[in-house]
């Protein structure tokens, strides 16, 4: 359903659902927030091109297993390639969530950045990843926090190898009179070389590591930023509906009365 029809269809179900009796339904329902364009064109991707955004989905978990295994000594190069094909599979669904925009009337440019943001919040979870999937996707922009890119930063480090030590000639004698040769530099040993680039791919390996964590800690940080605010959010929520209840209970007895009264007074 477009984002523009939402308020007026929801106010009529609401009141289809009071007409039945069904109070606590049309409650669920008049809760409802109406979904952001960007939310509600990737939802419409999910139900059109369910296999874009199950090959999203499925490229972001393999990103998370590849980033987990780079922490643990696996190669740099299988974390970059996992991390390329989620920014591909990523770039189709965001494609496909233009077009519904575009489909919609809605400017393109106007969207194509929140589009992408809330695409990156959604692979950085892989519970929003799964609503998405099931084309129920809610409002996403409290994740949109500066975590958009849950690996961002991360670039594995080449290892430079150590240059091989020149072997100098002798400067010609000054005079005919014979001097002691120079003692020639001795070349490293090819164990010494081979433990020189061992240490610095070590070196290189632990940088991309400790960018990995950072990173991590970053969308921690965040997500539990978001839980608080959710917590906060369904404090005041409940206290609001709890409040509004009393006040149809305080309001139904003063109607009670007031029938009451009218029966009396009008035999």
Known sequence: MDPNDFV??????????????EKNEA????????????VWALNR???????????????????????QALLEGSPADE????????????????????????????SRDTYTRDVDNALNVVVASPELSDALARGELEDVSSGAD?????????????TDRPARTKQLAAPPPKTTTP???????????????KAREELEEQRGE???????????????????SSVAKATRDLERASAQRDHAREHVDRMQSRVERSEELVQRLDP
Do not use: C, I, W, Y
Not at 183 to 193: D, E, T, Y
């Open 8 to 21: 007026a269809r929801r106010t009529e179900l609401v009141r289809e659902l009071r007409a039945r009796g």
């Open 27 to 38: 409650a669920e329902v008049k809760a409802l927030r109406r979904p952001t364009v960007p």
């Open 45 to 67: 991707v999910a139900s059109e091109r369910p296999d874009l955004v199950q090959h999203m989905v499925t490229a972001a978990e393999t990103a998370r297993a590849a980033q």
């Open 79 to 106: 974390f970059r390639d996992a991390l390329a094909r989620r920014r591909e599979a990523m770039s189709s669904v965001s494609d496909a969530a233009n077009e519904v925009v575009e489909r919609s009337s809605r």
């Open 146 to 158: 500066g975590s958009e890119e849950l690996f961002g930063g991360l670039t594995p480090a080449t």
């Open 179 to 193: 001097r002691p040769a120079s003692p020639k530099p001795r070349a490293p040993s090819a164990r010494l070389v």
């Open 206 to 224: 632990l940088r991309a590591a400790e960018q990995a964590a950072q990173a991590a800690e970053r969308v921690v940080a965040a997500a539990e």
